[in-house]
């Protein structure tokens, strides 16, 4: 997919790309890191907001070149007990959790569970998204920059109207999409 006057934005290394969707509600922002980089890193919060205004200014522009992706997560790779009980919230997961506000009969959570989508094609994105969570009871233009990610990169949808993030993925390797 190739496309031309894409409003663009560089920091650190990284170059930003804004590819609205039609009616101007959402966007995408891809996200290309460095050359050097050789795996898709995250670019620091500073970078991202000097590209962010950056790109809300649309002084700057480019060509792109983007190939076809299909991601989904879910399965087993889906659980997030680990992740949470890694983020700070383990003892929701244990019998010393208190959810008793609840239900009186509510020990711990049991399981969290996420499951996502997302295609990106010459017509659009379709993505979507679910988690369920489950508690056991207490018994019982020309440019004059080009762009092509063609390596590692992440891209983020947006609400154009808040700034609000809907959706972001990390394209590993481009070439198997």
């Not at 017509?123 to 019982?140: E, N, P, Q, Y």
Request: positive net charge.
């Amino acid at each position: 997919m190739t496309g031309r006057a894409f409003s663009y934005a560089a920091a650190d290394g990284w170059a930003a790309v804004s590819l609205p969707y039609r009616g101007g509600k959402l966007a995408m922002t891809a996200l290309l890191p460095p050359a050097k980089a050789g795996t898709c890193a995250l670019p620091t919060a500073a970078a991202v907001r000097t590209m962010t205004a950056a790109l809300a200014g649309g002084k700057d522009s480019a060509v792109v070149g983007m190939p076809k992706v299909s991601l989904s997560t879910g399965g087993p790779t889906g659980d997030m007990k680990a992740v949470l009980a890694r983020l700070g919230m383990g003892l929701a997961f244990s019998k010393d959790a208190d959810f008793t506000a609840l239900s009186k009969f509510a020990c711990c959570i049991g399981f969290v569970q996420q499951a996502a989508t997302l295609r990106v094609g010459e017509k659009g994105t379709v993505a979507a998204a679910a988690a369920a969570a489950g508690v056991l009871a207490a018994s019982a233009v020309m440019a004059p920059h080009t762009v092509f990610f063609d390596r590692p990169y992440l891209m983020l949808v947006t609400d154009t109207t808040t700034g609000e993030p809907l959706f972001l993925a990390k394209v590993a390797n481009p070439a198997a999409s």
